[in-house]
């Protein structure tokens, strides 16, 4: 009768920016598989964001698409009002779980060549909308949550053409250890995953379309192949669990040993 009486464990819940393709759509599907239910964001294609709910609920999660444009932060008060109704129209909660800051662009330009209008793109989305996003839904983080933030090995490594996004992406890195600091006290744990290269639209497609990117990049790896979603996705859920409750300001790369 006890066991009757017991509350059940309260749904784990989890935001994931630029969840609707690539590896955000991954990383939801994955959290699915692990119990997690999820809302993502998605810049401007519905059908592709209802597309992956349907495949998170084919796993019997819920998962709930809102609009997002990453890189505006005017726009995340409204945003945030839209996560308050989703969780309460969908699972009666005032807070969720997880957030997973993945949404990105892409606008490669040498240093001699970078335009100041994509330099700005790209500030807005991996720096700014980051900082602020996460600012804007601290208040409905749960505490003793997590947040993820993506990186990438571009922060570690250098290849022509990337200095601003690589760049950014080690501002992400050292935000994450005092987003860590500063939370804390909260038990929020922060951390930071830092894919290499890996085969999706992202880019336009760069390594997975083009075969002699694609061959550099495995002759460069350990493993001796490109990523794929599915090394990404399954390790950013796994770092959602309790079991990795006292991991946090740590940096995790997810290369296959790109440029050891």
Same mark, same amino acid.
């Given at each position: 009768?006890?066991?009757?009486?017991?509350?059940?464990?309260?749904?784990?819940?989890?935001?994931?920016?630029?969840?609707?393709?690539?590896?955000?759509r991954? %990383?939801?599907?994955?959290?699915?598989?692990?119990?997690? =239910?999820?809302?993502? %964001?998605?810049h401007?294609? *519905?059908?592709?964001?209802?597309?992956?709910?349907? +495949?998170?609920?084919?796993?019997?999660?819920?998962?709930?698409?809102?609009?997002?444009?990453?890189?505006?932060?005017?726009?995340?008060?409204?945003?945030?009002?839209?996560?308050?109704?989703?969780?309460?129209?969908?699972?009666?909660?005032?807070?969720?779980?997880?957030l997973?800051?993945?949404?990105?662009?892409?606008?490669?330009?040498?240093?001699? =060549?970078?335009? +100041?209008?994509?330099? =700005?793109?790209?500030?807005?989305?991996?720096?700014?909308?980051?900082?602020?996003?996460?600012?804007?839904?601290?208040?409905?983080?749960?505490?003793?949550?997590?947040?993820?933030?993506?990186?990438?090995?571009?922060?570690?490594?250098?290849?022509?053409?990337?200095?601003?996004?690589?760049s950014?992406?080690g501002?992400?890195?050292?935000?994450?250890?005092?987003?860590?600091?500063?939370?804390?006290?909260? *038990?929020?744990a922060?951390?930071?995953?830092?894919?290499?290269?890996?085969?999706? =639209?992202?880019?336009?497609?760069?390594? *997975?379309?083009n075969?002699?990117?694609?061959?550099?990049?495995?002759?460069?790896?350990?493993?001796? *192949?490109?990523?794929?979603?599915?090394?990404?996705?399954?390790?950013?859920?796994?770092?959602l669990?309790?079991?990795?409750?006292?991991?946090?300001?740590?940096?995790?790369?997810?290369?296959?040993?790109?440029?050891l």
């Amino acid at each position: 009768m006890g066991q009757e009486n017991a509350a059940k464990p309260e749904q784990k819940i989890a935001i994931i920016t630029g969840g609707s393709r690539g590896l955000g759509r991954n %990383t939801a599907v994955s959290a699915a598989k692990h119990g997690i =239910d999820s809302i993502i %964001t998605y810049h401007s294609n *519905r059908a592709e964001a209802d597309a992956a709910v349907a +495949e998170i609920q084919a796993l019997g999660r819920k998962a709930v698409p809102l609009q997002l444009d990453a890189g505006k932060t005017s726009t995340f008060d409204a945003f945030a009002a839209e996560v308050k109704r989703a969780l309460k129209e969908t699972w009666g909660r005032e807070t969720f779980d997880y957030l997973v800051n993945n949404a990105g662009m892409s606008a490669p330009g040498s240093i001699a =060549d970078m335009k +100041e209008d994509d330099f =700005d793109a790209l500030v807005n989305v991996h720096l700014k909308g980051m900082f602020f996003l996460t600012q804007k839904l601290l208040p409905l983080i749960k505490d003793g949550g997590r947040i993820v933030n993506i990186s990438s090995g571009l922060a570690r490594f250098s290849m022509p053409g990337y200095a601003v996004y690589g760049s950014l992406k080690g501002a992400v890195e050292t935000m994450t250890r005092y987003m860590a600091k500063e939370l804390g006290p909260r *038990r929020i744990a922060v951390n930071v995953v830092a894919p290499g290269a890996i085969e999706t =639209d992202f880019g336009g497609g760069r390594i *997975r379309d083009n075969p002699e990117l694609n061959k550099m990049v495995a002759s460069v790896t350990a493993m001796g *192949r490109v990523g794929v979603p599915d090394d990404i996705g399954p390790m950013i859920a796994v770092l959602l669990s309790d079991e990795n409750r006292w991991m946090t300001g740590q940096r995790l790369e997810v290369s296959g040993g790109m440029n050891l």
